[in-house]
């Protein structure tokens, strides 16, 4: 077991606040290495002040931090002969036998999907046709064979074919009257007409991306965001989500928002950017809590009020609006105006974020936990795990939160009578209450042992536990924080910029890096394909893109991954050997200077949670079909 320094000052302790129950925001441990307790699986201490990524592995590192973004400097003259010469011995290390099988199996995959051609794009062969002209424009990007650029050409001109006169993308069969903003309807096919816009050159696919960019534009809230949908008549879609507000839900806001930056950087027209700095004051107008709880819920009407949508998604604190929503949209918002306001409460808001995770794990709670995961297996997704600080939602005083299922919370802890007077309509507070499973309402402890005698705990639907726990990952606001921590606006603004093109110094240190990433041994074990994995075993390019959004995530459990955001080596190696070919290719000078450095990552479209590192093989993409050093350059107004 790991041995604590003190670990007194990172106690919870409770505190009385307005007569309720409310969890004291924790205080940092002694500053140092951050610890990690193998015998619960869990870090002690990551609050702001305990934020560091000193002597953590590389697995440590990417699990609580995303991918890393690499800067070079200029060398010596003595040093760049070093480099050189270090460049030179490194290549002919490197096992060319499996370089040259990894890529036949890469040329075979494309060649067998390009065949694959939908006819149309609707149904479930929407995704395929985005995710197979990303992997066809990248393929081509890498490998400069023409077929590849001709198939990612022939799907992008399908989803073109696709897109209505006002600009936007079909909705299931619902019809030209609607439009769905969130959950990548229009983003999506927003970003594949740029990649074929900037590898072709050709005007239509940018007036497309324009003609999308300009109707979202039209739907923007008075508030700066973006609801979940719209209706041109006013006739309601059958579907849940916000229309007439503004949605931290499912990327409504924080994709149109991309939409907008890009879309003033590529005609250089203030009308796309000129309201997105009113989103900065709505976030602070919509922040629920009382004292130090902060956080939002994920869908608001346009006067701040909060709003519900699915059962799971009601007028409480929801931890993956903070992680989904409000924490990237105070990130961009700050790298653009440098306003401290917006990175002390995004402090705030992680701040409560830790103390539940920290009253979380207490003993007791895990083992019940644990308890119940064993005898709970979802039809689906098979066993359920829990993680410390991401309930469904939580009461605005701090003073309970759970599962969130028929439009109200399943409380963790006792329901107080004070509780029932101040949220009532908002607690199943008997197993009375709205469909819920037979058992104590409130009592964590009790559902334990029920689980342990073979009983039926008192929820079962809906990602099984729990939602929450199972898809959000906490460490693009991580990275955030301890960036700023380091180095203020100019710390964290260095690690979203990186240049467009290298300088020979920089270009032959990224061909050095890559070299010894074709020679890492896990990366070449991986590549390797040992359990048939690899890209040959994926049946489209869904699974071969989708991965890239779960390429650093949480730790295993028992061998299964607790959270969708895995690693992506969990499932498929088929990433692994793309990494191989490419970082061999640009070791070898095989992928120009100019290639190498696709500029600033920007504001992540790819892997928007979990960011991809700086010479990923896949990369920023989406950011990528503009390159920038600085894609934050943009005069919105500050307050």
Same mark, same amino acid.
């Given at each position: 077991m790991v041995k604590f320094a003190r670990v007194e000052s990172i106690v919870l302790t409770a505190c009385i606040v307005a007569g309720l129950g409310v969890w004291a925001v924790p205080m940092s441990a002694e500053a140092g290495p951050l610890v990690f307790d193998k015998e619960i699986g869990h870090y002690k201490d990551l609050s702001y002040e305990a934020l560091t990524d000193e002597g953590l592995s590389l697995a440590e590192r990417t699990s609580l931090f995303g991918g890393e973004t690499v800067h070079y400097g200029e060398l010596t003259a003595k040093q760049r002969q070093a480099k050189q010469k270090e460049l030179d011995s490194l290549l002919k290390k490197i096992d060319m036998k499996?370089?040259?099988?990894?890529?036949?199996?890469?040329?075979?995959?494309?060649?067998?999907?390009?065949?694959?051609?939908?006819?149309?794009?609707?149904?479930?062969?929407t995704n395929k046709l985005r995710c197979g002209a990303v992997a066809f424009f990248r393929a081509y990007e890498i490998f400069g064979d023409k077929k590849y650029l001709d198939a990612g050409l022939a799907r992008a001109n399908l989803i073109l074919k696709a897109q209505w006169p006002k600009g936007h993308?079909?909705?299931?069969?619902?019809?030209?009257?609607?439009?769905?903003?969130?959950?990548?309807?229009?983003?999506?096919?927003f970003w594949i007409m740029l990649y074929a816009h900037k590898l072709t050159g050709d005007k239509k696919y940018f007036d497309s991306a324009k003609r999308c960019a300009d109707l979202l534009l039209s739907l923007q809230r008075p508030g700066g965001g973006w609801g979940d949908q719209w209706s041109f008549s006013g006739r309601g879609s059958g579907?849940?989500?916000?229309?007439?507000?503004?949605?931290?839900?499912?990327?409504?806001?924080?994709?149109?928002?991309?939409?907008?930056v890009m879309m003033y950087r590529m005609p250089g027209d203030k009308k796309y950017i000129a309201n997105l700095h009113k989103l900065g004051d709505f976030i602070v107008k919509a922040k629920m809590g009382e004292g130090n709880v902060v956080g939002w819920c994920?869908? /608001?009407?346009?006067? #701040?009020?909060? =709003?519900?949508?699915?059962?799971?998604?009601?007028?409480?604190?929801?931890?993956?609006?903070?992680?989904?929503?409000?924490?990237?949209?105070?990130?961009?918002? /700050?790298?653009?105006? #440098?306003?401290? =306001?917006h990175m002390d409460l995004l402090r705030k808001a992680y701040a409560w974020h830790e103390a539940v995770r920290q009253k979380e794990m207490e003993p007791w709670q895990l083992e019940a936990w644990e308890a119940m995961s064993k =005898?709970?297996?979802?039809?689906?997704?098979?066993?359920?795990?829990?993680r410390p600080g991401w309930p469904d939602g939580g009461l605005p005083d701090g003073s309970n939160w759970g599962r969130c299922l028929y439009f109200k919370i399943i409380p963790w802890y006792p329901v107080t009578a004070q509780m029932k007077r101040k949220y009532g309509n908002k607690i199943h507070s008997s197993e009375t209450d709205a469909r819920s499973r037979p058992g104590k309402i409130g009592y964590l402890a009790d559902?334990?042992?029920?689980?342990?005698?073979?009983g039926k705990i008192p929820f079962d639907r809906i990602a099984g536990l729990n939602h929450n726990s199972r898809g959000n990952s906490m460490s693009q606001v991580h990275r955030a924080l301890l960036e700023h921590k380091r180095g203020g606006h100019k710390g964290l603004l260095k690690y979203y910029t990186n240049p467009t093109k290298y300088t020979s110094d920089q270009y032959v240190q990224a061909r050095v890096d890559a070299a010894k990433r074709a020679l890492d041994k896990r990366n070449v074990k991986l590549a390797a394909n040992p359990e048939k994995k690899g890209i040959l075993a994926i049946t489209d390019p869904g699974g071969l893109i989708g991965q890239k959004g779960r390429w650093h995530g949480g730790?295993?459990?028992?061998?299964?991954?607790?959270?969708?955001?895995?690693?992506?080596?969990?499932?498929?190696?088929?990433?692994?050997?793309?990494?191989?070919?490419?970082d061999t290719m640009l070791a070898q000078g095989k992928i120009s200077a100019d290639a190498a450095a696709p500029g600033g990552r920007g504001l992540e479209t790819a892997a928007w949670a979990t960011h991809l590192d700086s010479w990923d093989a896949l990369g920023e993409w989406g950011m990528a079909t503009?390159?920038?050093?600085?894609?934050?350059?943009?005069?919105?107004?500050k307050k």
């Amino acid at each position: 077991m790991v041995k604590f320094a003190r670990v007194e000052s990172i106690v919870l302790t409770a505190c009385i606040v307005a007569g309720l129950g409310v969890w004291a925001v924790p205080m940092s441990a002694e500053a140092g290495p951050l610890v990690f307790d193998k015998e619960i699986g869990h870090y002690k201490d990551l609050s702001y002040e305990a934020l560091t990524d000193e002597g953590l592995s590389l697995a440590e590192r990417t699990s609580l931090f995303g991918g890393e973004t690499v800067h070079y400097g200029e060398l010596t003259a003595k040093q760049r002969q070093a480099k050189q010469k270090e460049l030179d011995s490194l290549l002919k290390k490197i096992d060319m036998k499996l370089v040259k099988q990894c890529e036949a199996d890469i040329h075979k995959w494309l060649d067998g999907q390009a065949k694959d051609l939908p006819p149309a794009y609707s149904g479930r062969d929407t995704n395929k046709l985005r995710c197979g002209a990303v992997a066809f424009f990248r393929a081509y990007e890498i490998f400069g064979d023409k077929k590849y650029l001709d198939a990612g050409l022939a799907r992008a001109n399908l989803i073109l074919k696709a897109q209505w006169p006002k600009g936007h993308w079909p909705w299931g069969t619902l019809g030209e009257n609607f439009v769905r903003i969130q959950d990548g309807f229009n983003d999506q096919p927003f970003w594949i007409m740029l990649y074929a816009h900037k590898l072709t050159g050709d005007k239509k696919y940018f007036d497309s991306a324009k003609r999308c960019a300009d109707l979202l534009l039209s739907l923007q809230r008075p508030g700066g965001g973006w609801g979940d949908q719209w209706s041109f008549s006013g006739r309601g879609s059958g579907h849940s989500g916000i229309v007439h507000g503004i949605s931290f839900n499912d990327n409504p806001t924080n994709s149109s928002f991309q939409m907008m930056v890009m879309m003033y950087r590529m005609p250089g027209d203030k009308k796309y950017i000129a309201n997105l700095h009113k989103l900065g004051d709505f976030i602070v107008k919509a922040k629920m809590g009382e004292g130090n709880v902060v956080g939002w819920c994920a869908q /608001y009407h346009d006067n #701040g009020r909060p =709003a519900r949508a699915r059962q799971y998604e009601i007028e409480v604190i929801n931890p993956s609006s903070l992680t989904r929503g409000v924490g990237p949209l105070l990130t961009w918002l /700050y790298l653009m105006d #440098g306003d401290e =306001a917006h990175m002390d409460l995004l402090r705030k808001a992680y701040a409560w974020h830790e103390a539940v995770r920290q009253k979380e794990m207490e003993p007791w709670q895990l083992e019940a936990w644990e308890a119940m995961s064993k =005898a709970y297996a979802h039809p689906m997704w098979g066993r359920q795990y829990y993680r410390p600080g991401w309930p469904d939602g939580g009461l605005p005083d701090g003073s309970n939160w759970g599962r969130c299922l028929y439009f109200k919370i399943i409380p963790w802890y006792p329901v107080t009578a004070q509780m029932k007077r101040k949220y009532g309509n908002k607690i199943h507070s008997s197993e009375t209450d709205a469909r819920s499973r037979p058992g104590k309402i409130g009592y964590l402890a009790d559902w334990a042992e029920v689980a342990r005698s073979g009983g039926k705990i008192p929820f079962d639907r809906i990602a099984g536990l729990n939602h929450n726990s199972r898809g959000n990952s906490m460490s693009q606001v991580h990275r955030a924080l301890l960036e700023h921590k380091r180095g203020g606006h100019k710390g964290l603004l260095k690690y979203y910029t990186n240049p467009t093109k290298y300088t020979s110094d920089q270009y032959v240190q990224a061909r050095v890096d890559a070299a010894k990433r074709a020679l890492d041994k896990r990366n070449v074990k991986l590549a390797a394909n040992p359990e048939k994995k690899g890209i040959l075993a994926i049946t489209d390019p869904g699974g071969l893109i989708g991965q890239k959004g779960r390429w650093h995530g949480g730790t295993l459990v028992d061998g299964k991954q607790i959270t969708k955001w895995g690693q992506a080596f969990g499932s498929s190696a088929a990433w692994y050997q793309w990494q191989l070919v490419y970082d061999t290719m640009l070791a070898q000078g095989k992928i120009s200077a100019d290639a190498a450095a696709p500029g600033g990552r920007g504001l992540e479209t790819a892997a928007w949670a979990t960011h991809l590192d700086s010479w990923d093989a896949l990369g920023e993409w989406g950011m990528a079909t503009h390159e920038m050093e600085n894609h934050f350059d943009v005069p919105i107004k500050k307050k």
